[in-house]
C-alpha cells in the first residue's frame, strides 16, 4: 500500500506504464486490504456467542417468527456461502439494512461518519496545534521545568481514564462555568434550521450562513473535541520531543550553530522539518485512530458518532452495520496512509529522488 | 511567562469570544418536554413490530388502540377508537363499534377499515409482537376471514375458543394492536410489504403527537398533532435525547438543558434528590428480577436446593442499598396491579434454614454452581451479593459476566446454570406471565414453544393444565382465585427465585407537571404535561 503514482522523465509512454502499474498496485493492495478486513470481521462477528437473530425478532418472539427470520438472514447456510452473498450484493453498493436502525447501513454512516470527522479533525488540529510546538519547546528545554511540565501534562493525558476526564470536563466547563454547551451536536432549539449537505454542521452552517448554528455547534463540539485533543496532544507532544531530541544530537545542526544560524532557525527550520516526516506518520496514525470513533467521549458527550454505531451494533451482532462500519474505518487508513506518501514525498526530497 | 500557558492562555482567549456567547441554553423552551434516555433499543417505529421499551412509550403517545385502561386503576377499561364491543353467545367472536367522526394526523378519517387492516396488517407482517393478537387462533392464512369488517364502524373479531373477555381486550390494549392510518400506510406500500419498510421509520397514527424524526442513538422528535380528538397536549414539541451516561443526564437536569431525567441511577437519584429545583416521580412498574435455575443441572433440580436457594437472597438490603429506591420486594410471578397478583412474601435471608434443606437434600459440604449476569451495574451488584449469601451456606458461585445479547443467547439454549434476568410483561393480562413462568407444554429440547419455563427445563404438565384452565375462566374473581393458587405453588416449588418488582424513577424540573409514569412499560404518558 501507499504507493503514489509518479511521472518521471522517461518519456510519455513510459510514464504512462508506470503510472499504469502503480495505480494498478495499488487498486489490488486496497482491494485486498478490504477484503481482509470484511473476512475477518465476518469471522469474527460469527464467532461470538450472540445469536443473531435476537437483534431481529427479540426474545419474545414466536418459534415460528425465529425460524422464519433465521431463513431469511441465510444462517441455515454454510459461512462461506453468507460471506460470498454479503461481498456480492457490497460490490453492487449494497451494503444491507441495519437491524438496530432500520436504515440502510450506507444511510447510517453518511450520518455518523461526518459526527466523527468532525470532531477527529477538531481534536487532531487541536493536538497538532498544541503538541508539536510543546513537544518542540520540551525538547529544546530538556531536562528543565518546561520539558517536566510537558512531561506531567503528556502523562496526565496518557492515562487518566476518558470518561472520567470527560465527566470532569462537563461538570467544570459546562455546568459550573457555563463556557461551554453540554452533550450533543446542538442545542434542541437550533436543530432543523439547518439543511444537512455535508454532514458536518459546522461547515453546513457556515455554507449556509447559519452563524448562529455555527456558534452553537461550535460550543457544543469544543469540549469533546478539545478532550480528544489533549489525547492526541499528549501523544504528538511526546513524539516530537523524541524525534526532536535525535534531530538535535546530528551533527549538521552542530554545524548550523557554528554558521552562527539564529537558533529559532535552527529549531524550526531545520530540525523539526527533519522531524517532521515521522511525525507526519504519528500525526495521521493519532487522526485515524479518532476517526475509528471514540465510544467513551461519545458516550459521554452523547455524541452520535462511528464508535458508538459498531459498538452497538457489535453488541447485537448487527453484522451489516459492523460490515459497513469495517470498511469505512479501513478506508480511513488507506486514506490517511496514502495522505502520508504525499506528504513524505513532499517533505522528503529522498524519497523524491527515489522516483 | 512560561511559553507553555502564553500559548494555552491565548489558545483559550482565541476560544473564548466565540464560545461564551452561545452557552446561553439555561433551560428548554416552555413549549417543549425533553426527556433524557437511552434509545438504542428502538428498532422500528412500526405498531405491528414494535417490542421495544421506549419505541413502545413513544407509539402509547402517538397511536391510539381499539382499547385502553385507567393507569391508575387498571381494572378500569375502556374504548380509545372502540366504541363499544359485545360478545357472541358463542364467547368466540367479539363485535366492535368504532368511534365516529375522529381522524389521523394525516387528516384521513377513521373508520373500521382501519381497524381491521392494523390487526390483519399485524397478523400477516409476523413480526415478534404478533402472537399477542395469533394466540386467539389467528393466522396468515385465516386472518381475513376471523377478523371481517361489518359495517362502516364495525367489525367482527373472532377466536378460535372461549377466552376470558378481559384477556383478549387486554390484548387489545398492547402497542400491537395500535390502529394505523390504512390509506396513508398503503401510499407507501412496495413489493407488497403491506407499508412495513416505510412505517418502521414513519408515522401514521391518531394519537396525541406525531412522529417527526427519529435519528437512531441520538434523538426522536414528536409533535403536537393537529388533529388530535382529546384535549390538545400543551407541549407543541416533546423530544427524546439519547443520553446513556446517568452522569450526565444528572449535569443537563440541574442545568436545566432536560426537563426529564429517565435513567439516573441509585446514586444519582439521591444526588438529585437534594437540589430544589429537581423533583422525583416513581411508579411501580411490571418487570420483575429473578433467578432461573436451570433443572438440568442435577443440584439445581432437587427441590430443597430449590427451595434453600429462595431463603439465600438478602432481599431486603439488596432492594434496600444497590437498588436502592428503584425496586420492591415482590416474590410471585404476576406483579402488583396484575389481575390475581400474589402480594405475600414468604423468603427473607435465612442461612440456617437453608443449611437445613440442603443437609436434607445431601448437600450439607454445599457444592459449585456458575452464573450467567449480564454486565450492567443493577444486575452485576445483584449477582455480587447474592454471590456473598450463597457462600454463607457452603455454596460457591462463579458469575459469568457477558453482555445482554450473549447472556440471552446461552440462557434461550438452556446452557446456563443459574441465570440472572429481568422479565416484563407483554400486556395487561395475568396470562402473559403465567404463559411463560407455569405453562411448559413440551420440555424436550425441540419444543416449538420455549417459554422461561422450558428454558429452565421445568417439566410441569399439571401446572401448564391450571394456566391453560385459567387464560378460559371467564368470571373475573373466580379466574383471580385461580391465579392466586398457581402462584402460591410457584412460589415454593418452582425454579424462579423471583426477588424483586420494579419501580420506574423519573426525576423531573420543578417546573413540569402533569407527567405520568403508568404500570406498563408503554404507559408513560405525557400528554397532559404543562410547565409553569
Known amino acids: 500500500m501507499g504507493v503514489v503514482p509518479t511521472l518521471t522523465g522517461r518519456g510519455r509512454f513510459g510514464a504512462l506504464w508506470t503510472f499504469t502499474l502503480a495505480l494498478g498496485r495499488f487498486v489490488a493492495t486496497v482491494a485486498l486490504t478490504f477484503l481482509g478486513l470484511l473476512a475477518v470481521t465476518f469471522i469474527i462477528n460469527r464467532v461470538v456467542p450472540i445469536d443473531p437473530v435476537l437483534a431481529w425478532v427479540g426474545d419474545r418472539a414466536s418459534p415460528q417468527v425465529y425460524q422464519r427470520v433465521f431463513l431469511e438472514l441465510g444462517l441455515d447456510r454454510p459461512l462461506y456461502v453468507q460471506f460470498w452473498m454479503y461481498l456480492q450484493k457490497a460490490l453492487t453498493g449494497d451494503f444491507g439494512t441495519s437491524v438496530l436502525t432500520a436504515n440502510p447501513v450506507i444511510v447510517d454512516i453518511a450520518r455518523v461518519f461526518p459526527a466523527t470527522l468532525e470532531l477527529a479533525t477538531i481534536g487532531t488540529l487541536f493536538g497538532t496545534v498544541l503538541g508539536v510546538p510543546m513537544g518542540v519547546l520540551a525538547a529544546v528545554r530538556q531536562g528543565r521545568a518546561t520539558d517536566q511540565i510537558v512531561r506531567v501534562v503528556g502523562l496526565v493525558g496518557y492515562s487518566a481514564p476518558i470518561f472520567w476526564l470527560g465527566l470532569m470536563a462537563l461538570l467544570v466547563f459546562y455546568a459550573r462555568l457555563g463556557w461551554t454547551a453540554g452533550p450533543g451536536r446542538l442545542d434542541i432549539s437550533y436543530d432543523y434550521i439547518v439543511t444537512p449537505k455535508t454532514g458536518l454542521i459546522l461547515l453546513d452552517s457556515a455554507l449556509q450562513r447559519q452563524w448562529g448554528v455555527f456558534a452553537n455547534a461550535f460550543s457544543h463540539i469544543a469540549l469533546p473535541a478539545a478532550l480528544l485533543g489533549y489525547y492526541s496532544m499528549a501523544y504528538i507532544s511526546r513524539m516530537t520531543r523524541s524525534f526532536m531530541l535525535n534531530e538535535l544530537a546530528q551533527e549538521y545542526i552542530v554545524t548550523a550553530r557554528v554558521k552562527g544560524l539564529a537558533e529559532w532557525r535552527i529549531i524550526w527550520g531545520h530540525a523539526l522539518r527533519n522531524a517532521a516526516v515521522p511525525l507526519v506518520t504519528v500525526i495521521a496514525l493519532s487522526y485515524a485512530n479518532l476517526l475509528e470513533g471514540s465510544v467513551l467521549t461519545e458516550t459521554v458527550f452523547a455524541w452520535p458518532g462511528l464508535g458508538q454505531y459498531i459498538t452497538n451494533s457489535l453488541q447485537n451482532a448487527d453484522m451489516n452495520a459492523v460490515l459497513g462500519g469495517t470498511l469505512v474505518i479501513g478506508a480511513v487508513f488507506v486514506g490517511l496512509n496514502t495522505l502520508s506518501d504525499l506528504l513524505y514525498h513532499q517533505l522528503d526530497p529522498r524519497v523524491r529522488m527515489r522516483r | ?532
Not at chain 2, 443520553?243 to 426537563?259: C, F, H, N, S
Not at chain 2, 437534594?274 to 412498574?285: C, L, Q, R, S
Not at chain 2, 405453588?489 to 420543578?510: C, D, G, Y
Open chain 2, 1 to 532: 511567562m512560561n511559553p507553555i500557558l502564553r500559548l494555552v492562555a491565548a489558545a483559550a482567549l482565541a476560544l473564548m469570544p466565540v464560545v461564551a456567547p452561545t452557552t446561553v441554553s439555561a433551560e428548554t423552551p416552555k413549549d417543549t418536554l425533553v426527556q433524557a434516555w437511552a434509545i438504542d433499543d428502538i428498532i422500528s417505529l412500526d405498531p405491528a413490530e414494535i417490542f421495544e421499551f421506549t419505541a413502545a412509550e413513544i407509539a402509547g403517545n402517538s397511536y391510539d388502540r381499539l382499547i385502553g385502561y385507567d393507569v391508575n386503576d387498571v381494572s378500569k377499561i375502556f374504548g380509545v377508537i372502540a366504541e363499544s364491543w359485545t360478545l357472541s353467545d358463542d364467547g368466540k367472536t367479539l363485535s366492535f363499534t368504532i368511534k365516529q367522526g375522529r381522524k389521523f394526523a394525516s387528516g384521513n378519517p377513521i373508520t373500521a377499515a382501519d381497524a381491521v387492516f392494523s390487526l390483519q396488517r399485524a397478523v400477516i407482517l409476523d413480526k415478534s409482537p404478533a402472537f399477542i393478537l395469533t394466540q386467539f387462533g389467528l393466522s396468515k392464512d385465516n386472518v381475513k376471514d376471523k377478523i371481517r369488517q361489518t359495517g362502516d364502524y364495525s367489525f367482527d373479531f373472532e377466536m378460535d375458543n372461549t377466552y376470558a373477555p378481559t384477556f383478549v381486550l387486554y390484548c387489545m390494549t398492547a402497542t400491537v394492536a395500535s390502529v394505523v392510518d390504512q390509506k396513508l400506510v398503503m401510499e407507501h406500500e412496495a413489493d407488497g410489504d403491506l407499508g412495513y419498510n416505510w412505517l418502521k421509520t414513519n408515522y401514521a397514527g391518531s394519537g396525541p403527537f406525531t412522529i417527526k424524526d427519529w435519528r437512531a442513538n441520538e434523538v426522536v422528535v414528536m409533535e403536537r398533532n393537529p388533529n388530535y380528538w382529546g384535549p390538545a397536549p400543551a407541549m407543541a414539541r416533546a423530544i427524546y435525547r439519547h443520553l446513556p451516561e446517568p452522569a450526565t443526564q444528572r449535569l443537563l437536569l440541574e442545568k436545566g438543558d432536560i426537563d426529564v431525567a429517565r435513567k439516573l441511577g441509585p446514586e444519582e437519584i439521591k444526588a438529585v434528590s437534594a437540589n430544589p429545583d429537581v423533583k422525583i416521580m416513581k411508579g411501580v412498574k411490571g418487570s420483575i428480577y429473578y433467578l432461573g435455575l436451570n433443572q438440568k443441572n442435577e443440584n439445581l433440580a432437587k427441590p430443597q436446593v430449590r427451595q434453600a436457594l429462595k431463603y439465600l437472597v438478602d432481599y431486603s438490603t439488596i432492594a434496600e442499598t444497590i437498588l436502592d429506591g428503584t425496586v420492591i420486594v415482590h416474590q410471585a410471578f404476576l406483579p402488583r396491579g396484575f389481575l390475581g397478583a400474589l402480594e405475600e412474601t414468604p423468603f427473607a435471608l435465612d442461612v440456617d434454614k437453608a443449611k437445613a434443606l440442603l443437609a436434607e437434600a445431601g448437600l450439607e459440604n454445599g457444592f459449585s454452581v456458575t452464573m450467567d449476569t449480564r454486565n450492567t451495574p443493577d444486575i452485576t451488584g445483584i449477582a455480587q451479593a447474592i454471590q456473598q449469601t450463597f457462600a454463607l451456606a457452603g455454596i460457591t458461585l462463579e458469575i459469568i459476566p457477558g453482555d445482554g445479547k450473549q447472556t440471552l443467547t446461552k440462557y434461550r439454549a438452556r446452557n446456563h446454570d443459574i441465570y440472572i434476568g429481568r422479565w416484563g410483561p407483554d400486556y395487561q393480562d395475568p396470562h402473559t406471565n403465567a404463559d411463560t413462568f407455569a405453562r411448559n407444554p413440551d420440555n424436550s429440547d425441540d419444543a416449538k414453544s420455549k417459554p422461561l419455563a422450558w428454558r429452565n427445563a421445568w417439566d410441569i404438565p399439571e401446572m401448564t393444565k391450571q394456566a391453560d384452565a385459567a387464560v378460559l375462566e371467564r368470571d373475573a374473581a373466580k379466574r383471580a382465585e385461580m391465579y392466586l393458587a398457581i402462584q402460591k405453588e410457584h412460589q415454593m416449588t418452582s425454579p424462579f427465585v423471583i426477588m424483586f418488582q420494579e419501580i420506574e424513577v423519573a426525576a423531573l424540573r420543578k417546573n413540569v407537571n402533569g407527567y405520568v409514569i403508568g404500570p406498563s412499560f408503554d404507559d408513560n404518558r405525557f400528554t397532559g404535561v404543562t410547565k409553569d
